[in-house]
């Protein structure tokens, strides 16, 4: 750990210069430099005009889409869906982000308000965290013990195995970004006034447990990733890249009326990854 952020203040409205410097490449990200705004904005534009396609084609024929995001506070996981549901429509595309569970939630099978949000035909929903909070934050926070932890691990992917026999399109993404670049955005949103209310108790604990957090989601991939449901992982430290890809990735899987496979483009295979070339990073432990 080096002394900037062994040093870090998140009260201090200075951010670090070495912490500013280093941001975009930490973890190992293969990129100095942001995408330009203005080829973001124009693949943007190309790329949501698919997703309006694929929309109608969802309609016409009523299958169904889950969309699975998971990932560090900050990742970037609101503006992924945002930016992706922006030209949808509301009726039909859905976002899932769920509070803690109440009383009675507690008592019930694990999955079974999760079920809950499920699609309907020609629905898409956008789960902005998952099931795979008894996988990360919820042990990593003693919100649920090693037992529950181990028995949701033996269990998701005979889960998964049920939504995809079920005719579900599943996409799970986790979005990945480096330590220096998750306390910039920490930074950026405590001394933004409009972005403050981003920051929970939960969040400022998370600074502390990097490590641990780590640690769970390596099991969680090698455990949960499979044939029928893999992980894909998007590095995310450049939010413009991510977004596109994570869209990119969605419709080059999916056949519909009107796909053109050059409007689309390829998909950035230095950030988008398996859970197995992830894994095999030398740097996964600082991303």
Known sequence: MND?????????PELPKAIKK??????????????D?????????DLQVQLVRLQAHLAKTSERVILVFEGRDAAGKGGTIKNYLTNLNARYNLIAALPKPNDRERTQWYFQRYVDWFPAAGET?????????RAGVEPVMGFSTPEQTAHFLEEVPHF????????????KFWLSIGREMQLKRFHDRRHD????????????????????????????????DSAHAPWTIARFNDKRRGRLNVMR????????EGKD?????????????SASEFLALKTVDAA
């Open 4 to 12: 900037a952020i062994k040093s870090f203040d998140i009260e201090n």
């Open 261 to 273: 496979p050059i409007a689309i483009g390829e998909v950035d295979r230095k950030i988008m990854l």
């Open 160 to 171: 998964e195995k049920r939504i995809t026999n079920d005719g579900i399109h599943l996409f």
């Open 37 to 45: 705004r203005k080829i973001y904005e124009n693949e943007l534009h």
């Open 193 to 224: 006034p409009l972005k403050v209310w981003k920051l929970s108790p939960v969040d400022l604990e998370a600074l502390t447990r990097w490590g641990e957090y780590s640690k769970a989601r390596d099991v969680m991939l090698e455990r949960s």
């Open 125 to 133: 929903v956008l789960f902005d965290r998952s099931w795979y909070n």
């Open 249 to 256: 990735t969605v419709l080059n899987k999916l056949a519909y």
């Open 22 to 35: 280093g941001a975009l490449e930490s973890g190992g990200y293969p990129y100095k430099h942001k995408l």
